[in-house]
């Protein structure tokens, strides 16, 4: 059980850490949407907790071994990197970091970062979550989950990360085509 302890903290240090920074950086953005609970999302971490009990109750010893220890500790390890990288790059973007692809530039926030960690990960909060994400199921043994999770993250960036450069390519021109070719997004299969 001091697996799901760790998941549920890991949870609540996330969406609390989101909403802080969010309203640090970007005060008059913030609103229920900054603690990023959709619906979508609470289905999927729903999903999680029912085949983690699931598993603890139809296969109770098989996270009891050591084996299972270690690769909870690795998902934790991993966790804690996501987090690492998605706050990195949003204590480094400052204000130009949203939880919402803005559609039209905003000439008092809206610059083109490229220092920090964004000089060697494109998109940091999509790296950062796409670890996280699949860590937290790491960390809870689940399988299904795991390769769920991966998978629908994945292609929610497949989609997300052209549609904002597209939108991130108008604003900047240029200058943001010639950091698109130098730096990688370091998610898989998406350049």
Wanted: proline residues 4%; contains cysteine; hydrophobic residues 45%.
């Amino acid at each position: 059980m001091w697996i799901f302890w760790r998941y549920v903290i890991a949870l609540i240090f996330f969406h609390t850490s989101e909403f802080s920074l969010a309203f640090a950086f970007s005060p008059t953005d913030v609103s229920w949407h900054s603690w990023l609970f959709s619906n979508h999302y609470c289905i999927a971490m729903g999903g999680a907790c029912l085949e983690f009990f699931l598993w603890d109750y139809f296969a109770p010893n098989w996270k009891k071994s050591q084996t299972a220890a270690a690769i909870s500790n690795i998902g934790l390890a991993l966790l804690v990197a996501g987090e690492i990288v998605r706050k990195w790059g949003f204590i480094t973007a400052k204000g130009s970091f949203t939880h919402d692809i803005k559609t039209e530039k905003d000439e008092h926030r809206g610059i083109l970062v490229t220092s920090g960690i964004y000089r060697y990960i494109r998109h940091p909060g999509y790296l950062g979550w796409f670890i996280w994400s699949i860590s937290t199921q790491v960390l809870l043994l689940n399988p299904i989950s795991a390769v769920l999770f991966a998978y629908v993250s994945w292609k929610f960036f497949e989609s997300r990360i052209p549609y904002e450069e597209c939108l991130l390519t108008r604003f900047f021109g240029e200058d943001y085509y010639e950091y698109k070719l130098k730096t990688k997004t370091w998610i898989p299969f998406i350049p």
